[in-house]
């Protein structure tokens, strides 16, 4: 663990730490960008090399922390700091509000962490970043984000389309 990462940490839960993404990160956002569940249910970002993953980075997580105060988290476990996955909040164009994403390493699904981080991120998004609506957007054949999003509390609104040409996904909103 380097210094840095110890002195990021945005949110803790039970079993998680959720810490701000850097550059050091790239080695494990190419790979989760690369896992097929990712590819099917979030979509192909295009990083192939440890430059797109450090480019990935710092056009996202870190782009949106300096621009909206919140971005995108690396998950770790809390009793080894392996890194998960990630969760946090974006702030789209697209979106009237910001909306809540979440990925794990497939060996680490079915645990519950992506609920615990999810929920953890609710949290701070309502009562530390006054946030009274999140939004979220799910492929409609992912039977189990979609399970817990209304787990948390989530509501299907209407199907959307994010750019011209893409398919339809599911949006999702929980709060006023």
């Known amino acids: 663990m380097n210094k840095s ?3 990021s940490v945005i949110l803790a839960t039970e079993r998680l730490h959720l810490r701000a993404f850097t550059l050091d990160d790239a080695d494990f956002i190419l ?23 450090r480019a990935y980075l710092a056009a996202g997580p870190l782009a949106s922390y300096a621009a909206n105060g919140f ?4 998950i770790e476990q809390r009793i ?9 909040l974006l702030k789209r164009d697209v979106l009237p509000d910001a909306d809540i994403g979440y990925a794990l390493l497939p060996e680490f699904a079915g645990r519950g962490y992506a609920l615990e981080a999810a929920a953890a991120t609710l949290e701070l998004a309502q009562q530390t970043l006054g946030l009274a609506r999140i939004l979220a957007i799910v492929n409609p054949s992912n039977a189990g984000s979609i399970r817990l999003l209304e787990r ?14 893409s398919s339809e996904i599911c949006l999702y909103a929980r709060g006023a």
């Open 152 to 165: 948390l509390g989530f509501a299907f609104e209407r199907m959307v389309q994010m750019s011209a040409g």
């Open 5 to 7: 990462a110890a002195t």
């Open 80 to 88: 080894d700091r392996q890194a998960v996955g990630m969760c946090g």
């Open 71 to 74: 971005g995108l988290w690396l």
């Open 31 to 53: 790979r989760l960008l690369n896992e097929a569940t990712f590819i099917a249910n979030i979509g192909d970002r295009g990083v192939r090399t440890l430059d797109d993953a």
